[in-house]
C-alpha cells in the first residue's frame, strides 16, 4: 500500500508535521503558504494530542502480522477506485492487474486480509482521480493542506469527491460499521510512519510539502520522472538532518 494514499495518506502524511517556522516561501507551488502554515498547525495540534498517541498505542499492542492484514484490507479496496481511474487514464494493462489483485486477494487472500496477488506478480499500482486529472492535463494548482486531511492541491482536492464514491466504504450502511472502519483505516495508517518521522528536518511545513509534491508528481508520471524519493530515502540537498529537530 503506498504510503501516501489520498485519501488515506494525506491525513496520515500531514500529521507527521511538528512546529513550522515561519520562513519565506521560495516555492512557487506554494504561494498561499500563510493560509497553508495555519491549517498545517491546526493539524498538527489534533494530531499530537490525539491521533498519534492512540497510532502510538495501537502500533504497540497489535502484532505486526495483524496489522500487515489491516493495511492490505483496506489496500485491497482501494483497487476497485485503481481499476476506475485506469480505465479513464485509458491504462488497460494496470486496470487489468488492479481487477485481478482484487480478485486474486478477495478470494484467496480471505477478503483481502492477505496479499497473494503480489506474490503471483501482480504488483500494485494504486491510480486515483487526482491523477486521471493530471493525465487529461489538468494543472496542479496551488499546493493546498485541508483541514484534517493534509497535503494536497487544488486539482487533488477536486478528485476527492470521486475518490470518495468509488471507495466501496462509503456504501456500508451501518454508521457505527462505517466510521468505526475508517477510524482503523486512518489509525493503521498513522501507525505505519510512525518510524518515518525520522526522516523528516529542519522546517517539517517545508519538508512535508516538498516531499509531498515530488510523491506525487511520481506517482503521476508512473516513476518516468525518476527514483520515488521516498523509496530511495533521498529527499535532496536541501533538508538538513539533525536529531535535535525532533526533540519534544
Known sequence: MKSTQWLGGVMAVLALGGCASQAETTNPQDPWEGFNRGVYQFNDTLDRYALKPIAQGYDTVTPDPV????GNFFSNLGEIG???????????GNAGV????????????????????????????????????????VGSGPYLVLPILGPSTVRDTSGLPVD????????????????????????????????????IQGDRYSFIRDAYLQRRQFEITNGEAGEDPFASGDFGDDFEYSEDDFAE
Open 82 to 92: 485503481t481499476v476506475f481511474n485506469s480505465v479513464l487514464q485509458w491504462e488497460w
Open 67 to 70: 496489522q500487515d492484514g489491516v
Open 164 to 199: 470518495h464514491y468509488t471507495y466501496p466504504m462509503t456504501y456500508v450502511e451501518d454508521d457505527g460499521w462505517r466510521y468505526g472502519l475508517t477510524f482503523l483505516r486512518y489509525v493503521d495508517l498513522r501507525a505505519g510512519l510512525l518510524d518515518q518521522e525520522a526522516l
Open 98 to 137: 488492479a481487477s485481478g489483485r482484487f480478485l486474486v486477494n478477495t478470494v484467496l487472500g480471505v477478503g483481502g486480509l492477505m496479499d497473494p496477488a503480489t506474490r503471483m506478480g501482480l504488483n500494485e499500482n494504486e491510480e486515483d482521480f487526482g491523477q486521471t486529472l493530471a493525465v487529461w492535463g
